[in-house]
């Protein structure tokens, strides 16, 4: 359920105006549950619920280095908190054997450590356990799906 | 035919081989850090896996995860491209022994050429020429002095695990070798685990010329000519030309021909290069590197082959379909190794490329996973694109150089650009006359012209 990012084109031109016109190379603006931050040439990672707004700077006599120090993540839809992403490359299986029931389904509560799925690389299974205690809100994979690292496997809240 | 093709690789190189796949109509599978989530190939590859952090541990030196993402996409073969994984032999054991075909040469070859003792001593069996030294490890400083002694000072202590310029130390004279062949054997033991160390003649003004080779699994060997990789900064190639400037056709034909019948003798298969020193007319083998080679555009300009192509074709169990009589050696090709380095002090300069515009026209090639809005990753080598031309004489060939490089834009980061700009306006440089030494002074008085400093 999402009603549109609402701003106020004014607002953010006022915000870039006054960018301009100091020495500050970042302005964030946060409000309610709405957020606006105007950055000066640099890196952007964009950030579910917030609206961002590049300012180019004026262009300058020598190359300006851009001075990443970290790439940022390629923008996604943010992970709710409380995923559990996959740590290697493999095929899930949510049993511990073929006809035997799932480790865990939607609903149940996990212990800390509790095994809540295989998967299985070359030819080894490894246990996925859950970070933390909680119940079990989603499972956002199939058995015997292919995952690759860092895929969301379940949400524990 | 393979189906599909998995890339274990990043960059520029995995662009290439994605590019070679997508012409034979090979599927392609992008193994890929989190990263390089961004990175052209991976937005261009039939399939994408991603296995692992940043860190090149975790992911393209990750041998579990890159099987792991093999097995789970049906991939048929494995193309390791260059650095990371392509000369671990462990790596094509496990590849093969997982029942995909490895895209390169035999794990044994892979090992045999990777000890670098071993691998002279294979050149030396098979008849090619070599840099005078010690038949083997030296064990002793006394073995040391007797190889010095015998051909003569000065003299290269090298790491027999190293390799690509690593783990070498000089002695100009016998009072010089004790010390250089003790801390040669420590920094071997500390940078390689293995303090084996043999002893060269050092040759004080080389050249570098490599030769291209290419086998099947029938016994076909043939090779593509030599490239000349001296201009070397750190022992880091910076620009590559095919043909040498020095080289006739007649020393070409016989170094050439001698190396292949090796080859074969050797039952090689897939690429390979024999790098060379070259010094007054005479070669000496150095060290062969069995895989692809960063600077093989300009092989592939001069006689009109696609070298990953015919790896592929290699590995699937085609023929080569052709011999040395056929295959030509057409005008000359420069190729500039643009990195993300400042240009005068070669810091390192990732970061996000503003604005990317590549060059074009007649005779211009450019392997380059860049584009407008990319970020540069801090966590690889810093190649960032390779501007390769092609001409029918070396002058025309510079002259089209000078030209793409000005065309050439990377906004947003360093670049070696202006660096390349002034090789290429260098006398010296245009008159092929150039040494492996020639670069680092030619950097240290500032890329000035040689009669200006």
Redesign the interface.
């Known amino acids: 359920m999402t009603d549109g990012i609402r701003f106020d084109p004014a607002q953010i031109r006022e915000l870039a105006r006054i960018l301009r016109d100091t020495d500050l190379s970042e302005i964030e603006l946060v409000e309610k549950d709405s957020r606006i931050r105007v950055v000066r040439q640099v890196t952007v990672a964009p950030v579910a619920g917030a609206t961002t707004v590049s300012v180019p700077a004026p262009p300058p006599a020598a190359p300006q280095p851009v001075a990443a120090t970290a790439t940022p993540e390629p923008a996604e839809a943010a992970l709710p908190p409380g995923t559990v992403t996959s740590p290697m490359v493999g095929i899930v299986y949510l049993a511990p054997e073929p006809g035997a029931p799932p480790f865990v389904q939607v609903g149940a509560k996990v212990a800390q450590g509790q095994t809540l799925l295989l998967i299985e690389a070359m030819k080894t299974f490894n246990q996925i356990k859950a970070p933390k205690a909680g119940t079990v809100t989603r499972i956002l994979v199939e058995n015997g799906a292919p995952v690759e690292y860092g895929e969301p496997l379940m949400v524990i809240e | 035919m393979f189906g599909k093709i998995l890339i274990a690789n990043r960059g520029e190189i995995a662009l290439r081989i994605h590019r070679a796949c997508q012409e034979m109509g090979i599927r392609t599978v992008a193994v890929h850090s989190?990263?390089d989530?961004?990175a052209m190939h991976v937005r261009l590859a039939d399939e994408s896996?991603?296995?692992?952090?940043?860190a090149p541990r975790d992911?393209y030196l990750n041998v579990?995860?890159i099987?792991?993402?093999a097995?789970?996409?049906g991939a048929d073969a494995i193309h390791p491209g260059y650095g990371f994984l392509a000369e671990n032999a462990r790596f094509a054991e496990m590849v093969e022994a997982?029942g995909f075909a490895f895209i390169g040469p035999s794990p044994e070859h892979i090992r045999m050429m990777g000890d670098k003792i071993a691998a002279k001593a294979a050149m030396r069996r098979l008849g090619v020429p070599l840099v005078p030294g010690s038949e083997g490890a030296v064990a002793t400083l006394d073995e040391a002095r007797s190889v010095a002694a015998e051909v003569g000072y000065p003299v290269l202590i090298k790491a027999a695990a190293g390799g690509g310029g690593r783990g070498m130390k000089v002695a100009r004279s016998e009072a010089e070798l004790e010390e250089a062949f003790r801390v040669a054997r420590a920094e071997a033991k500390a940078a390689f685990g293995d303090d084996s160390v043999y002893v060269e003649k050092f040759l004080d003004r080389p050249r570098h010329i490599e030769l291209q080779v290419l086998a099947d699994t029938y016994g076909n060997v043939v090779h593509f000519g030599e490239r000349d990789c001296s201009l070397q900064r750190r022992h880091q190639k910076l620009v590559e030309e095919a043909g040498s400037p020095v080289l006739t056709t007649a020393a070409r034909d016989a170094l050439g021909a001698q190396v292949t019948k090796a080859l074969a003798a050797l039952g090689y298969r897939n690429a390979g290069t024999l790098e060379f020193l070259w010094q007054d007319g005479h070669f000496a083998f150095i060290e062969m590197n069995t895989r692809l080679q960063v600077e093989h555009p300009v092989t592939e300009m001069v006689c009109g082959v696609d070298l990953v192509r015919e790896q592929i074709r290699i590995a699937a169990g085609d023929r080569l379909g052709y011999s040395q009589s056929d295959i030509r050696f057409q005008g000359h090709a420069i190729e500039c190794r643009i990195t993300a380095e400042d240009p005068e002090t070669f810091a390192p300069?990732?970061?996000?490329v503003?604005m990317y515009h590549a060059p074009g026209g007649p005779g211009v090639r450019v392997d380059s996973a860049l584009y407008s809005g990319y970020?540069?990753?801090?966590y690889y080598d810093n190649l960032v694109a390779k501007l390769v031309v092609h001409a029918g004489t070396r002058a025309e060939a510079i002259a089209r150089m000078r030209r793409a490089l000005a065309e050439m834009v990377v906004?947003?980061?360093?670049t070696t650009l202006p660096l390349h700009q002034r090789i290429v306006e260098d006398p010296e440089f245009q008159a092929g006359d150039y040494t492996i030494h020639w670069l680092e002074r030619f950097v240290a008085r500032g890329g000035r012209d040689a009669r200006a400093a």
Do not use: Y
């Open positions: 989190t990263a989530a961004t896996v991603c296995i692992g952090p940043p992911s579990a995860a099987l792991s993402a097995t789970i996409t997982h300069s990732p970061g996000r503003s970020a540069v990753p801090p906004d947003g980061i360093r």
